[in-house]
Nanobody
């Protein structure tokens, strides 16, 4: 009952920046966690950054200091500001939503369709 739509991916040179957006709709819990994950060819999907409805954040070590996750609860949108991009950041980036209020779908992950980020040398 939750839908997520990512946007903002594209091609950028190393050292450049991109801002990803994820619009969420549906049965949104007041207490939740949203985040960004990425998957490169031949690799497993990995956590990039997460943010709770209360604003607490967590980042993968590889992106700390370069990426910033934020959310606008009024707009039901989560963002990922990516600075100082490196070729190894190239991947499909997926938006994630997880309900943290005890309910039938507690702990269930919802995913967006993904948006491609390509960083050239």
């Amino acid at each position: 009952q939750v839908q997520l739509v990512e946007s903002g991916g594209g091609l950028v040179q190393a050292g450049g920046s991109l801002r990803l957006s994820c619009a969420v709709s549906g049965s949104i819990s007041s207490i939740n966690r949203m985040g960004w994950y990425r998957q490169a060819p031949g690799k497993q999907r990995e956590l990039v950054a997460v943010i709770t409805s209360g604003g607490s954040t967590n980042y993968a070590d590889s992106v700390k200091g370069r990426f910033t996750i934020s959310r606008d609860n009024a707009k039901d949108t989560v963002y990922l500001q990516m600075n100082s991009l490196k070729p190894e950041d190239t991947a499909v980036y997926y938006c994630n939503y997880c309900n943290l209020v005890p309910s039938a779908d507690w702990g269930k992950d919802y995913w967006g369709q993904g948006t491609q980020v390509t960083v050239s040398s």
